[in-house]
Each structure stands twice: as structure tokens, then as C-alpha cells.
């Protein structure tokens, strides 16, 4: 190249100097390309695997479970509670002023049967799972679940009332197989 | 200095260090570095920072030989190395109580900058590089806590995990990525591992470029004034190798006190439960090199600002060299701020006891007050202190004040 630009010459200097500019964008911009396609199998390489988002869904036989009785059972790993609601607990969920909760959402739309309340045990705050499935565990101040961890309170429909957690607990997606068991996921 | 005899008369070292300068490199940095000579005892936490490094290179090598890193496995593979393998209870206690005296080292060594002013031009970049490795030896120590698999193994994973999933929009991305799974599982004990052994060879790199940037600014001293010329200054070796040794041998009476008095005194005896993923402890704490930047998250009622107040209290140093206005370094010659830093020094200390009690009564108050007192004392002290505080005159030189005290 420096043979074919006229030594001396502005012109040919300034020619030389353009081409050489856009050749290093050129070769600067293919490099990153290619080294951001080469990161991304890597980073993509850490999200959850197939066989791990296969993991199958769980039934659930609901049949056994009394009055005011809870149980958990193993969803994807995590815990999710199963809780047969009194009518009391019922009545306490639904008739809250919506105002008055961090993250509104009325019980009708985190029961598919108000007697059957389904959440995911994992405190939205950072992870602990919460207590109250046990008889004489603390349920918190408003009769649902209470996380010990840093003192998050839920009430009878897994709604966060009061504490550091900014959300619900979360809902799964399930359906009722039949009148007393449901499939989660 | 030529006169004394050096590797570098040998033919054969200076063939090699003619075509490789290794040699004669380490001699500069190692023996001939001319070292303040009034360097005092809080100056020997470097070099055991640097030692414990290799400690915990060293054992965490041989542990790897017989760790499991799979739920099913784990815990029963460090049960074998505490139990059947040969010295594997020794080789293990090493490592589990050198974590905590790898901190001690660092923190003194923290604070020993904070004192001294040794953030202050022109060791700017050298302060960073020391934080980015207490970010490191943080990362790596939360990641070898979480192998042995046990209860506090398991929920201190999940606690610090969900921690970015307070960030906006890309939070619950974050934590997916770092658990490799919908909760922590196996993929995310394997990916800690694998991150577990490499982290601290990433951490010998930072060690190297904050020890190039020292040798390029040079050491800080008590007193805080630059050297003015070689009367002030003795070489590295024999000085400083002989007081730094000595300083090992000193160290090594108190960890070996743990090792082999109190092994367990510094860890939770939930961490020899089995991980269980169904059940949260009634406590959950992380360990004690944790606890005031885990107390600083829970006295905040809200889980983002929590959690950046939390980060926040960390990434505040890097900016200390702008946050301090004072011209002088060392507290020595600074009645006020010398105060202020024994506040703060005791406030990082009630800090630690709150965030290893649980958040309720006097405990949840007690980090209230040292979380707002925490970032008082860099947003609005150290400004405003280096502006109204006059400091006491400065020595002329480093020798200075020995020689007329000599004189006397
Ligand atoms: C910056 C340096 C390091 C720090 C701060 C550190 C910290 C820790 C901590 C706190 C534990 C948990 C100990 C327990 O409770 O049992 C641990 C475990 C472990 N570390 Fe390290 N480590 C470091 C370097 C290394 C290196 C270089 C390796 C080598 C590959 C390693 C391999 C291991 C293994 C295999 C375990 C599990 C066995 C056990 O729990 O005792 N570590 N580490
Ligand atoms: S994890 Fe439940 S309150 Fe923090």
C-alpha cells in the first residue's frame, strides 16, 4: 500500500489514512462479533439444562387432606403448599380492602377453589421457606405463613402483608385432574 | 549495594537473566525495593495476606483430590476427608478456619489503609485493585462455604442468590443464570465449585498488578509524608523479609490456636446438618467475615434498597479518595479525624454482633443506627472533616523526628 500511495501527495496520504480507518472499524467490529458469538454458547451454556426443564409435573391427591390441614410437596425442587382452607381463613382472604396490601390481588384470583389454596413455600424476599404448614408453627401476624428469615408475614392467600418481601407468593400453574387431585406444572 | 555478593554474579544466572530477566526483576522487587524505614507492625498484613493466599491455594488443591462436587455426594465426601482420609480432618481445618484468617489479615490490612490515609494520591489505582480483590475473596470465600453442602451451606446459597433478583428487570435472569435450575440444585453446586477453584488464581493476578502498583507509588508510611531521598529508605531484604517472617511465625501461633484447639469456633454447627431443601433454619447467618454487610441488608425494611445498601457499603471505598478532602494522610497528625475512625472502627464492630443476632429488639436498632452511621462517616465526615479539621504540623522528614529525638 505505501507503494501505491504517492509519497508527498496530501491526497494520497489522506486516501491511505481513510481506508486504513475504515479496515481497523472493520476488523475491530468482525472481532467483536466474532468474540461475542463465541461468549454466548458459554453464558447460554449456564442457563437450566434440557433435562432440567423437563422436569415433570407432580400430582398431587388431595383426598387426604382434613379441614385446616396443610401439606407440602416438591415441585421443581422447591416446596409448594397445599392448604385446606376453613371457611374462616376464606372469609379473612377475601374480604381485605385491596389498599391495604404491598402487591394487591384479590383471593379470587389465586384459587381455582377457595377451599384449595396452592402456593409456591418460597418467600419472595430472598428465598427461605416460610413457616406455618405445621401445626403450632408461627403463622405471623395475619394467620397464613411467617418467614423467619427477616420477618415477612402472609396471610390466609399467601399475600405478603408486612415485612421486607415485595411480593405474593407465587401461584403455580395447575389444574384439578379431578375433584380431589390436581397436577402441578 | 553491588557490593554484597548476588545470584546475578553467577555466569550462568546472568546467561539466563540476559534472555528471561526473572532474576533480576525479583531482586528489584524483592530485596533491593527501598521501603520507608519507619514502617511499623500494622505493615506486616500485606505480606501474610499474600501468605495466606498460598495457604488456601495449597490445602483447597488437595481437598479438591477428594471432593464430590454433587448433592448426593458432597457432604459425605468432606465427612470422608474428615474421618478417612489421611490428615484430611487437618488438611481441611486449615482451609475452613484459613477463609476467617485470610479476613482477619485483609481487614486489618483494610483498616490499617483507612488510618494511614494509603488510599490517597497517588495510590489511587493501588486502593481499587485492593478492593476488587476483597470483591474476589468474598465471591470465593460465599462459593467454598457452600461445597461442604450442610444446612447453612444450602440456605446461605439461597439467601445470597436471591439477592440480585431484587434488580430490576433483570434480576430473576441473573439468578436463573447463577443457579442453572428454578432453586438451588446440583447444577449451581458444580458451577460453584468450578468458579471456587478459580477465582483465587484470578485473585493471585490482582495480587500481582496491586503489588506493581505499590512498587510503582511506593509504600505509604505512619507518618504519611513521601520518602525525600535513600536516608530515608532501607532495602526490602534483609529488613523487611525478617520482620514480615517473623510476623508469619507470630500469626501461626494464633491460627494454629484454631486449627487445633477451636476448630469449629468460628463456623455454624448447622453446616454439619445435610442440606435439606424443604427446610429453612430457624436462623439463618452467613459467616462472621459477613455479618455487618448482612446486618446493613436487613435494617432496611425495603428489598432493592436493602440489597444496595448492602453492595453500596463496599463500592462506597472506591470512591474514598475523593470522599476524603484532607490533605494530610496520616491520622496521626489529624486529632479529629483519628476520633471519627475509632467511631467508626467500633461501629463496624457493633454492626458484626447485630447481623448475627436475629433482626428483632435491640439487634434490629443497633444495626439501624451503625447502617446510617456507616455511610455518614464516608458521605459526610470524611468530606467535611478533611475541610474544617487543622491538622497538626507535619515532620519534615521521615527521619527527621527520629534524629532530634536522638538528639534530645
Ligand atoms: C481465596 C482463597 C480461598 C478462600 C477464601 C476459600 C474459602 C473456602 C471456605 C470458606 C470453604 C468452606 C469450608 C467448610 O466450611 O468446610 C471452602 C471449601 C473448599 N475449598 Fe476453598 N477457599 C479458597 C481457595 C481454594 C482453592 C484455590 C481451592 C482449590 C481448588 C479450594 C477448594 C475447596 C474445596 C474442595 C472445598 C470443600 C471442602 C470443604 O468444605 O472443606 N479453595 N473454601
Ligand atoms: S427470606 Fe423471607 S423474609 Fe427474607
Excluded at chain 1, 10 to 25: I, K, S, T, W
Excluded at chain 2, 178 to 189: A, E, I, K, Q, R
Aim: net charge positive; glycine share 8%.
Amino acid at each position: 500500500m505505501a507503494d501505491t500511495a504517492k509519497p508527498g501527495s496530501a491526497a494520497g496520504v489522506h486516501d491511505d489514512a481513510n481506508r486504513r480507518d475504515f479496515l481497523f472499524l472493520l476488523t475491530g467490529a468482525a472481532g467483536a462479533i466474532g468474540t461475542a458469538s463465541a461468549v454466548w454458547p458459554l453464558i447460554s451454556s449456564m442457563n437450566p439444562a434440557a433435562d432440567v426443564l423437563a422436569l415433570s409435573s407432580t400430582e398431587v391427591n388431595l383426598a387426604p387432606v382434613q379441614v385446616g390441614q396443610a401439606i407440602t410437596v416438591v415441585w421443581r425442587g422447591k416446596p409448594v403448599f397445599v392448604r385446606h382452607r376453613t371457611p374462616e381463613e376464606i372469609a379473612s382472604a377475601e374480604k381485605v380492602n385491596l389498599k391495604d396490601l404491598p402487591d394487591p390481588k384479590p383471593d379470587s384470583e389465586r384459587v381455582k377453589k377457595p377451599e384449595w389454596l396452592i402456593v409456591v413455600g418460597v418467600c419472595t424476599h430472598l428465598g427461605c421457606v416460610p413457616l406455618g404448614q405445621k401445626l403450632g408453627d408461627p403463622r405471623g401476624d395475619y394467620g397464613g405463613w411467617f418467614c423467619p428469615c427477616h420477618g415477612s408475614h402472609y396471610d390466609t392467600s399467601g399475600r405478603i402483608r408486612k415485612g421486607p418481601a415485595p411480593a405474593n407468593l407465587a401461584v403455580p400453574g395447575y389444574t384439578f385432574v379431578t375433584d380431589t387431585s390436581i397436577r402441578i406444572g | 549495594m553491588s557490593a554484597t555478593p548476588s545470584l546475578l554474579d553467577n555466569k550462568l544466572v546472568k546467561w539466563f537473566d540476559q534472555r528471561l530477566p526473572i532474576v533480576s526483576t525479583m531482586h528489584h522487587a524483592g530485596m533491593e525495593y527501598p521501603t520507608p524505614k519507619n514502617l511499623t507492625y500494622w505493615w506486616n498484613f500485606g505480606s501474610l495476606a499474600g501468605f495466606m493466599l498460598v495457604v488456601m491455594m495449597v490445602t483447597g488443591i488437595f481437598l479438591a483430590m477428594h471432593y464430590t462436587p454433587h448433592v448426593d455426594y458432597a457432604f459425605a465426601s468432606v465427612e470422608r476427608i474428615m474421618r478417612d482420609v489421611n490428615y484430611g480432618w487437618l488438611i481441611r481445618y486449615i482451609h475452613m478456619n484459613g477463609g476467617s484468617m485470610f479476613f482477619v489479615v485483609v481487614y486489618i490490612h483494610v483498616f490499617r489503609g483507612l488510618y494511614y490515609g494509603s488510599y490517597k494520591s497517588p495510590r489511587e489505582v493501588l486502593w481499587w485493585l485492593g478492593i476488587v480483590i476483597l470483591l474476589l475473596m468474598m465471591a470465593t470465600a460465599f462459593m467454598g462455604y457452600v461445597l461442604p453442602w450442610g444446612q447453612m451451606s444450602f440456605w446461605g446459597a439461597t439467601v445470597i442468590t436471591n439477592l440480585f433478583s431484587a434488580f430490576p428487570l433483570v434480576g430473576n435472569w441473573i439468578v436463573t443464570l447463577l443457579w442453572g435450575g428454578f432453586s438451588v440444585d446440583n447444577p449451581t453446586l458444580n458451577r460453584f465449585f468450578s468458579l471456587h477453584y478459580l477465582l483465587p488464581f484470578v485473585i493471585a493476578a490482582v495480587v500481582f498488578l496491586h503489588i506493581w502498583a505499590l512498587h510503582t507509588t511506593k509504600s505509604n508510611n505512619p507518618l504519611g509524608i513521601e520518602a525525600n531521598g535513600p536516608q530515608d529508605t532501607i532495602p526490602f531484604h534483609p529488613y523487611y523479609t525478617v520482620k514480615d517472617l517473623y510476623g508469619i511465625g507470630v500469626f501461626l501461633i494464633f491460627y494454629s490456636l484454631f486449627v487445633f484447639f477451636a476448630p469449629n469456633a468460628l463456623g455454624d454447627a448447622a453446616n454439619y446438618i445435610p442440606a435439606n431443601p424443604l427446610q429453612t433454619p430457624p436462623h439463618i447467618v452467613p459467616e462472621w467475615y459477613f455479618l455487618p454487610y448482612y446486618a446493613i441488608l436487613r435494617s432496611i425494611p425495603n428489598k432493592l434498597l436493602g440489597v444496595l445498601a448492602m453492595f453500596g457499603s463496599i463500592l462506597i471505598l472506591f470512591l474514598l479518595p475523593w470522599l476524603d478532602t484532607s490533605r494530610v494522610r496520616s491520622a496521626r497528625f489529624r486529632p479529629i479525624y483519628k476520633l471519627v475512625f475509632w467511631v467508626f472502627v467500633i461501629c463496624c464492630v457493633a454492626l458484626t454482633w447485630a447481623g448475627g443476632k436475629p433482626p428483632e429488639g435491640l439487634a434490629l436498632w443497633v444495626a439501624r443506627i451503625g447502617t446510617i452511621y456507616y455511610f455518614l462517616h464516608f458521605l459526610v465526615f470524611m468530606p467535611l472533616i478533611g475541610w474544617f479539621e487543622r491538622p497538626l504540623a507535619l515532620p519534615k522528614s521521615i527521619s527527621a523526628p527520629v534524629l532530634a529525638g536522638g538528639k534530645a
